[in-house]
């Protein structure tokens, strides 16, 4: 049976975040236990136009997204988009920049 997936927090560094964040999210079956939580360093929302977060889903799985300011590989614009995106659909995220 494994863990419940409401004790586990999900996390990724660049496109593990995008898998994480993805994951944590996009939860399309009806009745998914949501997630403890998400953790997002340098990374990107992938998939925008078919993102379907739940109210539970939004309610239950906090996010802290980290970002370098000057990342030249995943842009920090990346960040932004990602968390005002996941912010409008009622996720509690917390973001973090850094001048790196």
Request: aromatic residues 10%; glycine residues 12%.
């Amino acid at each position: 049976e494994g863990i419940d997936p409401s004790r586990v927090i999900l996390g990724g560094f660049s496109q593990g975040g995008a898998v994480a964040v993805t994951a944590a999210y996009n939860r399309r079956r009806k009745g998914a236990t949501p997630f403890a939580g998400c953790i997002v360093m340098s990374g990107w929302l992938p998939l925008k136009e078919y993102l379907d977060v739940s109210e539970e889903i939004a309610k239950a799985t906090p996010l802290f997204w980290a970002h370098g300011q000057m990342d030249d590989k995943i842009l920090y614009e990346q960040q932004v988009y990602g968390v005002d995106k996941l912010d409008s659909l009622g996720v509690d995220v917390t973001a973090h920049s850094y001048p790196v």
